[in-house]
């Protein structure tokens, strides 16, 4: 019984088309550096790049840049199909405050907008607006067009 009230609560979404908008929207953003990062698209390193880059670059164990890469790979996908939907922005929020804290605290807040900074030097305004779209997403749900809302009808 306890474990249908918890299921039921953690799928639940309103088939609004705010749950929607929130997590398409992330979701879509999201997409194109995950798969650069996965699969080597849109010029991305690929996985072994990806790897690299995080062992030695930035100095992450391989377990936790492999679980990155994972959070932010799945993550992707559940947001865009809206499954586990507030299990995915719990996810992508603990990813992105470990990007702020581990990566881009240390360039500031601004992103590299006019190329004054070295490359890989960017600041963390975007993932600020990242975290607030997981907090959204995780009070709203998936909403519509959602496989939680198809869940929990």
Known sequence: MMYNVFTQQLFATEHSWTGFILRFTLGVVLFPHAAQKMFGWFNGPGLSGEMEHMTHAIGL?????????????????LLLTGFATRIAAVG????????????????????NWFGKMP????????????????ILIFMHGGGRYSIDGLLTR
């Open 61 to 77: 164990s391989v377990p936790v840049a492999v679980l990155s890469i994972l959070v932010e790979c799945l993550g992707t996908l």
């Open 92 to 111: 992508m929020f603990g990813l992105f405050v470990g990007m702020i804290v581990f990566v881009h605290f240390k360039s500031g807040y601004f992103m």
């Open 119 to 134: 490359a890989g030097h960017e600041g963390f305004e975007y993932h600020l607006l990242v975290l607030g779209l997981c």
